[in-house]
């Protein structure tokens, strides 16, 4: 698919949330499996899509554009529509799309972290409990045996069913935490 500009609106309050994207197919999926997930990084448009549900939100192509001019259509877009219906939070474009951190930057990510500001994390963390979806999560990445649903195949690891569907591993991950439906036609759970 074209890059281009796309909006998804609510049609229900007829307020928008513009975006641009090198893939518009691929980042319309990332919006849905963020959006089903509880996970979206637009707050507002996860509020929305959660009390109004998937089906009252429409996606579509505005226009189709060369890649060096995303950044300035979108804006235009965004510019379109009055602040109160939009969604649109953050500030415009994707300000890395071809650029790369200097290896100074990287080095200055990577390095771990002073111990000030570790003790500031470990205070801000002490006494949070996890909610019991996260306990649950964490406990069944834990373990190690999978089966095909509906069926008693059954694998002792990730690795063996993957090897079974003849997938990578990360691609049978997919479908055991539910980003993905299907893994060659199987769909896998932890034992």
């Known amino acids: 698919m074209q890059p281009g500009i796309y909006v ?3 049609t229900v309050t007829h307020k928008v949330y513009v975006g641009q994207a090198v893939n518009i197919r691929r980042r319309w999926n990332d919006h849905k499996a963020h959006l089903r ?19 009252l939100f429409l996606f579509e192509v505005v226009e189709n554009c060369p890649v060096a001019d995303l950044v ?7 510019s379109f529509f009055p602040q109160s219906l939009r969604y649109n939070i953050g500030s415009i474009g994707a300000p890395m799309r071809g650029r790369k951190h200097t290896p100074e930057a990287i080095q200055k990510m990577k390095a ?4 000030e500001v570790a003790v500031k994390i470990s205070k ?32 002792d690891s990730i690795k063996d069913a993957a090897a079974f569907a003849g997938v990578h591993v990360n ?3 997919e479908n055991l ?6 893994c060659k036609g199987y769909v896998f759970e932890f034992v």
Request: net charge positive; proline share 3%; charged share 30%.
């Open 8 to 10: 998804i609106t609510n």
């Open 37 to 55: 997930r509880g996970v979206h990084a637009n707050k507002y448009l996860q509020s929305a899509w959660n009390k109004y549900g998937e089906a």
């Open 72 to 78: 300035a259509r979108e804006q235009e877009w965004v």
């Open 112 to 115: 771990p972290k002073s111990k």
């Open 124 to 155: 801000a963390l002490t006494g949070k409990k996890h909610t019991p979806e996260h306990a649950r999560k964490t406990g069944l990445a834990k373990r190690k045996a999978v089966r095909v649903r509906g069926t008693n195949i059954v694998f």
């Open 171 to 173: 691609n049978l991950r």
């Open 177 to 182: 935490y539910g980003r993905s439906r299907t």
